[in-house]
């Protein structure tokens, strides 16, 4: 079942009336006074509604961003990703505070075919939710976290790296603080890394770019 049941709902009601939902009102249960349907959008987007297809044969990438600038653009706080497999050729940018809400670890998949980053993330208290995202090139690594990125929380997230870890030069998480600035309180809880060179990598030039407080809770890695 959907973490957003309503969501058909809106649409077919959208088609219906042929107008934005400006004149569409929902009262949640318990509640006394309603507000129009379009304001529900200011919460949360879904991929799909951008084109994405999650069936593992379609390249989503420009669907996906493109549900990102919008959120960034809409002040959305959540983008929403159903369950299936979600196939990118090109890193995806998050440069807002956004939370990315899959399906559930084992049935939200984001698989990435390049070699550099899968999630390259310069946004402060950006949420991972719920995802598995799998790279499958040797020197490809999972997210990267530049500054001013701070407060990273991954939570029920699975990081792997397909290929054989003998050959792999990636790292499941990178902390790269060399382009100046500071990264900090990132998060780790129910976080697996799998078959990564190196699972977790901090980077930093000197002094002034630094890396600090990382907490993890069971936080697994496995080479």
Partial sequence: MSRFPFGNAIKNAFKTNHD???NLMVVPKGATVGRPIS???SLFLDVKDFGAKGDGITDDTTAIQNAINAADDTGAGILYFGAG???ITGGLTISNKLIFQGAGKERTILKYSGSGSAITITATSPNINDFYIETTHDAATGITLTPPSEKLSLKNVYIHSSPNSATNTGAG???NATTGGVIQGTDLNNVYILGY???IKGTSTDDSNTITTLIGRNVFFVG
């Fill in 39 to 41: 304001s529900l959008f």
């Fill in 197 to 199: 060179k190196t699972s």
């Fill in 173 to 175: 998480l990178h902390l």
């Fill in 85 to 87: 497999t979600y196939l």
């Fill in 20 to 22: 934005r939902g400006d």
